[in-house]
Each structure stands twice: as structure tokens, then as C-alpha cells.
């Protein structure tokens, strides 16, 4: 079991260009969450689904970001017109089902720095 | 809003020693999970708890949701043991809410 897998590892772009992350959740996982991580805030949710189905994007900002799951094996986070602020490392993590007390399994994360 | 009050957050503790770490709400959580983010980045599960205690290894969590804590115990401390040791509290009412702690800087040193 390779665990969740996020590409890239480490994205570097410029002010105004878009980023698109990608996460490749455990097989079987039927619950996909996407966190971002910032000196400032610590670790923030942002988004999550189950069984492909946005169930929460109470941690999504408003504009800019939008996520997706087109299919059980992978779910994307874009980003567009990246600002310096959005530089964070941004974690994926997947379970097998948040309501029956199955616990997260995170992928390594990506590391966005926006110059 | 929920918050989560992580103590202490920085340790340093020599090998073969112990010591514990704390996260305090503010509200009512119905899970913590325990994870440890090594040199490396990732992120490495521990415990996963909605009440008691569970332990592994050398490492020991309690969580008690009525008293709004939950502890992570360190025994016999290695080298590896080194890195920033996050809480992270759930709750599911009115949606899916989850709230991290600041994270405690571990140093284990021979």
C-alpha cells in the first residue's frame, strides 16, 4: 500500500498563475480531505469529500480555490491567480470512512511557494 | 470559536526519559487524533481516539471528551522520537469541523 500519494512535491509559481494539486487517495478510501498548513495559522481545513461528493467546503476561500474528486482514485485542488499569501504547504489526506471513527492518513503534502 | 490550546510548545527531553503533551478545548470534540510531522515533512498517524486511552510502543493517549483534554505520553524517549507533535480535534455537529493544535517542538538529545 503506497499511502496517499500528492504530486508534485514542491510547485513554485509565479504571482497570478494557477496551480493545480493533485492527491491519489488510499484504495478503498472512501473519504478525501484536503488541509493547508502556514507558519501563521498552524493547519486549516479546507475541504472534504465522501465518495466523491463535496460534503464541507467551510475552509475553502471564497474565490481562487475550488477543489475536485472526478473519480475515486484522485481528487484535484486549483488554485488560481496564486497570490504570495497562498504559499503553504497543502496536505491530502484520505479514510476509509470520517463517521465511523477511521483515523486520517495523510499524503506528504505539497509545497506551494507562489514568488 | 473551537479552539485548541496545545501545551507545551517546544520539549526537550534527553533519551530514556518521558514526558507529556496536552491539548485542552474549548468545546466538546467528539475525536482527537495524535500525529508527528518528521524531519522529512510527513505526516505520521499515532492514535485516533473518540474516548479512553490507547497505547503503542512507548507512546501512551487519553482523551476525555467531558473534560475537554486529551494527553500524549512519551516514555523512554529515542532520537527518532524527534519532530513537532500535532492534536487535532473533530467534532461533527453542524458539519464537519476540525480543529488543530500549535504543535509541540520535540527535541530528544543523547
Known amino acids: 500500500n503506497a499511502g496517499v500519494i500528492q504530486t508534485p512535491r514542491h510547485k513554485v509559481t509565479g504571482k497570478g498563475q494557477e496551480a493545480t494539486l493533485w492527491c491519489e487517495p488510499i484504495s478503498g478510501h472512501s473519504a478525501v480531505f484536503w488541509y493547508r498548513q502556514t507558519i501563521v495559522q498552524g493547519l486549516e481545513f479546507l475541504t472534504y469529500?465522501?465518495?466523491?461528493?463535496?460534503?464541507?467546503d467551510s475552509g475553502m476561500p471564497k474565490e481562487r480555490f475550488s477543489a475536485q474528486m472526478p473519480n475515486q482514485s484522485h481528487s484535484t485542488l486549483k488554485i488560481q491567480s496564486t497570490q504570495p499569501q497562498d504559499s503553504a504547504v497543502y496536505l491530502c489526506a484520505s479514510s476509509s470512512d470520517r463517521t465511523s471513527n477511521e483515523r486520517l492518513f495523510f499524503g506528504h503534502g505539497t509545497k506551494l511557494s507562489v514568488l | 470559536g473551537d479552539q485548541v490550546e496545545q501545551s507545551p510548545s517546544a520539549l526537550s527531553l534527553h533519551e530514556g526519559t518521558g514526558s507529556a503533551l496536552r491539548c485542552n478545548f474549548t468545546t466538546t470534540m467528539r475525536a482527537v487524533q495524535w500525529f508527528r510531522k518528521n524531519s522529512r515533512g510527513s505526516l505520521i498517524n499515532l492514535f485516533y481516539l473518540a474516548s479512553g486511552t490507547k497505547e503503542n510502543g512507548r507512546l501512551k493517549s487519553a482523551f476525555d471528551s467531558k473534560e475537554r483534554y486529551s494527553t500524549l505520553h512519551i516514555r523512554d524517549a529515542q532520537l527518532e522520537d524527534s519532530g513537532t507533535y500535532f492534536c487535532a480535534a473533530e467534532a461533527w455537529t453542524g458539519g464537519y469541523k476540525v480543529v488543530f493544535g500549535s504543535g509541540t517542538r520535540l527535541l530528544v538529545s543523547p
Open positions: 469529500f465522501r465518495n466523491q461528493a463535496p460534503i464541507d
